[in-house]
């Protein structure tokens, strides 16, 4: 499922409407204890409808009373004033924070960020501003950065370049708000033509940014498919790693439908100490009340302890 989806299952929600869903499968009891995770998971609006109904400051409260301590909503930017409000008034009652909103969600995915052209500065700078606004509103911290396609026509060497020149403008803007954009490599088998794939890339990057306001989102679905190796890659990649993502490979659903040994890596996220947030960017591999119960039993049984 790509980020894009995300968004509409989002404004979906948000309006009432049915989400998608996969086979059923055994009934589930609830989740053994609505006590808080080791490490600070975040689902997202729609993830658990069925049980909650549209409402977003209802899944607010059953997300916290399912132990989970912060929300993430790739969508926000699109929602009204008053939902953004309403959202981070209840967020602050329940002492949950906010996790990633996209910053540039128009030009995330047609837009040749690489090529350095004068007018998409101007844009993407424009994003930056509005997204500041955007941020203080629901007290969030992080925003993602995607990065567009690459420019065919143009080295790679120059591409980094001119990708660095953009985000440093973009840095300045952030850092006295104390706000970090964190870029995102994806795979190229689900997007086959986008500048950003892999870990050291963007390590890369951001050391030449050399900001704290630009940091990497680790996606840990993306890397398995792009690269793999993602425990050593955390280590490598760690000074500049500031937010996770996951989702299980084949699938993009949650932990223990696929190929990841999650447990073995939330173990090591926590013994490095991340205090960060791990976003829950994937679907449910079950449709229904009781396959979000599956998502909520899934992340307890390979949390960290």
């Known amino acids: 499922m790509e980020r894009r989806d995300f968004v509409g299952l989002a404004a979906a929600a948000a309006a009432g409407m049915a989400l998608p869903s996969e086979s059923a499968a055994a009934p589930l009891t609830a989740p053994r204890a609505p006590t808080p995770f080791a490490l600070d998971y975040a689902p997202h609006f729609g993830m658990f409808r069925t049980n909650t109904g549209a409402d977003l400051v209802d899944q607010l409260k059953w997300m916290h009373e399912q132990g989970f301590r912060s ?10 004033v008053a939902d953004q409000e309403r959202v981070a008034r209840e967020m602050s009652r329940l002492g949950m924070r906010m996790g990633v909103f996209v910053l540039n969600p128009e030009t995330a995915w047609t837009t040749t960020f690489a090529a350095g052209s004068a007018d998409f500065r101007t844009s993407f700078l424009k994003d930056v501003d509005d997204s500041i606004e955007v941020a203080k509103r629901v007290n969030a911290k992080w925003m993602t950065v995607v990065m567009g396609k690459y420019a065919p026509r143009l080295e790679m060497e120059y591409q980094t370049a001119n990708s660095v020149e953009i985000l440093r403008a973009a840095a300045e803007r952030l850092e006295p708000h104390g706000l970090v954009m964190v870029l995102e490599p994806l795979n190229r088998r689900d997007h086959p033509d986008l500048f950003l794939t892999r ?3 963007a390590f890369q990057i951001c050391r030449a940014v050399n900001s704290p306001s630009c940091k990497i989102l680790f996606d840990i679905y993306h890397q398995q498919i792009t690269e793999g190796n993602i425990i050593p890659n955390f280590d490598l990649a760690w000074s500049e790693t500031a937010y996770v993502q996951v989702g299980d490979n084949p699938g993009r659903k949650e932990p223990t439908t696929g190929e990841i040994n999650y447990a073995n890596v939330f173990a090591h996220l926590k013994a ?4 960060g947030i791990v976003g829950m960017e994937h679907g449910n591999s079950r449709p229904g ?5 599956a998502v909520v039993n899934a992340y307890r049984a390979v949390d960290p302890r």
């Open 71 to 80: 929300l993430e909503d790739n969508g926000m930017r699109a929602r009204s």
């Open 199 to 201: 870990i050291p890339q």
């Open 272 to 275: 490095k100490g991340f205090t």
């Open 289 to 293: 009340a009781e396959g979000e119960l």
